[in-house]
């Protein structure tokens, strides 16, 4: 399986000119930046009256109340993946100066998520399952049960008419969703993509990652966030002098129980694709999920690169586990390096993403500084 777009329309790779972040550091990019680059420690102690998880600590987002944020118009049953979505959207929209193109129907949007909410899909099953008939259940809570709720309600709430789109895909879907968008530009469905990918944290997903990983996740914390980044052809007028980063490159891999050796394809098939040599890589930010595929992870990509080249990313582990969210934030990361100056201009970084589902992804960029 790969994720990276077939022969394009046009050889010009895209660019991100903006982006968001809503993370356990805070609501906004800039909080995002001054946290990540920081080290910041974000696990917080979970309230037993509001939380019925097996763990007593997460990494939540500070103050995040769906009706405080976003207002009380359309958010009554709005569910917590989906208004952490529509924020991320909304802010990217506010940084960009609403680049968007003369037609809403030019713009796109690609959501990377693990299921939609579990939360939302057990709370509507259960209400099935306790009526007095299976039928008798609160209707408005039906769109949150289907997992493309979160990317229909960022169109919807921000004007956004063009390509609509959900991709499930765990810990890589930020990646997936990233060789998408591209995907789309090259063949003209869209002139401006937004995309990303979005985690919430629930009671619902922390019992299920409780008995999915067993010891072999012990002491891993949970997190949440979104992050969201505007892809635009680098031959859109004015695109190359906003531009963030290139996107060089993105594919996939599959596995069965080992992911070094996919990894390494992977890895490989990004440099070949990217036209950058291996000793080019400025450096790698590894996604480094707890347990074995972790530590398989980091010890593939350190033979290829040198554990130096691996440091220089920033460390994400004080966001917590963030899943489907992971990557994005991982792109975030190295964004916000490059923002301060952290990063030589035009330094080429690899993200790598590995799921324990399967999966493992890689992305190239060139970053430049701002």
């Given amino acids: 399986m790969t994720l990276s777009a077939s022969a394009s329309a046009t050889a010009t790779r895209p660019v991100i000119t903006a982006w ?25 102690p979970l309230d037993p009256g509001k939380w019925a998880a097996p763990d007593d600590h997460a990494c939540l987002i500070p103050a995040f109340e769906l009706r405080e944020v976003l207002g009380k118009k359309g958010t009554r049953s709005m569910d917590r993946v989906t208004g952490l979505a529509v924020t991320a959207v909304r802010d990217l929209l506010t940084d960009s ?12 949007l690609v959501l990377g998520t693990t299921t939609g909410s579990a939360q939302s899909m057990m709370d509507f ?21 289907v997992m493309n709720c979160a990317a229909g309600q960022c169109a919807i709430r921000h004007s956004l008419k063009g390509p609509n789109t959900t991709i499930a895909g765990g810990r890589v879907a930020g990646l997936s969703a990233l060789s998408y968008a591209t995907g789309l530009l090259a063949s003209g469905r869209a002139r401006t993509v937004l995309a990303g990918a979005a985690e919430e944290f629930s009671d619902a997903r922390a019992w299920l990652e409780h008995h999915r990983r067993g ?19 680098a031959d859109t007028p004015g695109a190359r002098d906003l531009a963030l980063a290139d996107v060089l490159a993105v594919q996939s891999r599959v596995y069965a129980d080992d992911p070094r050796e996919a990894l390494g394809a992977c890895v490989d098939a990004v440099l070949r694709r990217a036209e950058v040599a291996a000793g ?12 074995t595929v972790g530590d398989q992870e980091r010890e593939a990509l350190t033979a290829r690169f040198g554990a130096e080249v691996l440091d220089r990313a920033p460390v994400m582990t004080s966001v917590g586990d963030t899943a489907a969210a992971s990557a994005a934030f ?21 993200v790598s993403s590995v799921d324990d589902n399967g999966v493992v992804a890689c992305a190239a960029l060139r970053l430049h500084a701002h």
């Fill in 215 to 233: 010891e072999d996740g012990a002491g891993a914390l949970l997190g949440e966030g979104c992050a969201m980044f505007m892809l635009e052809s």
């Fill in 125 to 145: 099953t259960r209400a099935s399952l306790e009526g007095d008939k299976p039928f008798y259940v609160d209707p408005s809570l039906m769109p949150n049960a």
């Fill in 97 to 108: 100066g609403d680049r968007r193109t003369a037609s809403d129907e030019e713009t796109a």
């Fill in 330 to 350: 991982q792109i975030g990361a190295l964004l916000a390096a490059a923002e301060r100056s952290a990063v030589p201009d035009g330094a080429v970084a690899l």
């Fill in 280 to 291: 080019d890589v400025w450096a790698v930010s590894a996604a480094g999920p707890s347990g």
């Fill in 20 to 44: 968001s972040a809503v993370s356990p550091y805070g609501i906004g990019k800039d909080r995002f930046v001054s946290g990540v680059l920081a080290g910041q420690d974000t696990r917080t």
